[in-house]
């Protein structure tokens, strides 16, 4: 860790970031016994949007552009909407420990994203770690196994889909003219989501279906910690984190996030743990591994057209 910043704030946001995302699974699948997936979303990005907008209007820098705007909602798009949309829709048929596993992919997805559009040049050890990643989601997603039915492919490659819109998101969002105020790019980000979530949710007649009356307590408790823990608290220690540690540090929630969502599925939602999923989480932890540890790809060098 850096020297900068003090200890304990630092192993205070790594405990947000390892902690709290871990267990948002668990969260998404008590919002999700009595809200749609949809309106679950919709509510809980408006909600940790505004929270973040208000605080930075607070400390004075909510100020923004009509191009920052485009460029939050296009984050919002790629990040909140599709990725964590995909989780949402996911977790109505999969496992949340399996959910987990296959979101941890995103490191892999975003090696063969920079490879592309950024003109990297990975090393051996990144394309070892890829290669892993694609054996280790073959395993999990394969048919057969243990527990006949525990993986509807069909989820998961939704879910992969997410992913891998995430991975392209975090990329985009490197360059993108965003607001200077972290928390108010976060802000525009997540509401520019709950409207995209909202329009979701009309256009699937949620509106008609869902009786406001019948959610549960649990679905209610379970929206509040994805809004203000999941999005507002551990969202703001990740972006912190990011400028004070390395980014090999932040990345490692990638391999302790799945570690806790399959821990919290098995105990408080009566999800079964397989050899099926045992080996294919050994197996894209390692490739998690191999990329976050790897030296940084070098940009190759383009051909000198002029």
């Not at 973040?52 to 923004?64: E, M, P, S, T």
């Not at 070892?128 to 989820?155: D, F, K, M, N, R």
Request: charged share 10%; hydrophobic share 55%; proline share 5%.
């Amino acid at each position: 860790m850096t020297g900068g910043a003090p200890r304990l704030k630092l192993l205070s946001a790594f405990a947000a970031v390892y902690l709290i995302w871990g267990s948002s699974y668990l969260a998404i699948i008590w919002g999700l016994e009595t809200m749609p997936p949809f309106l679950l979303g919709a509510a809980r990005f408006i909600a940790a949007g505004s929270i973040l907008y208000a605080i930075a209007a607070a400390r004075g820098g909510a100020k923004f552009s009509r191009r920052q705007l485009l460029n939050a909602s296009v984050v919002g798009a790629l990040l909140p909407f599709l990725g964590n949309g995909s989780l949402i829709w996911a977790q109505q048929k999969i496992p949340s420990g399996i959910a987990a596993l296959i979101v941890a992919t995103v490191p892999l997805w975003m090696v063969v994203i920079q490879t592309i559009v950024e003109h990297v040049r990975p090393g051996r050890q990144i394309w070892t770690g890829v290669g892993l990643g694609i054996i280790g989601l073959a395993i999990l997603v394969g048919t057969g196994g243990e527990v006949p039915g525990a993986i509807h492919v069909p989820s998961a490659l939704i879910l992969c889909g997410g992913s891998i819109a995430w991975a392209t998101g975090s990329i985009y969002s490197r360059n993108a003219d965003l607001p200077d105020s972290g928390l108010a790019s976060a802000a525009l980000t997540m509401l520019a989501a709950g409207v995209f979530f909202s329009a979701a949710s009309f256009a699937a007649g949620d509106h008609r279906t869902v009786d406001l009356a019948e959610v549960s307590l649990r679905s209610v408790v379970g929206l509040a910690y994805l809004a203000i823990f999941g999005s507002v608290i551990a969202y703001s220690a990740y972006i912190w984190l990011l400028q004070v540690s390395t980014p090999a540090r932040v990345a490692t929630y990638a391999y302790v996030n799945p570690v806790i969502a399959v821990f919290l599925g098995w105990a408080f939602a009566g999800e079964p743990i397989s050899v099926r999923t045992m080996v294919a989480a050994g197996v894209i932890l390692a490739a998690v591994i191999l990329i976050t540890t790897a030296p940084q790809p070098a940009k190759r060098a383009l051909p000198d057209v002029t």
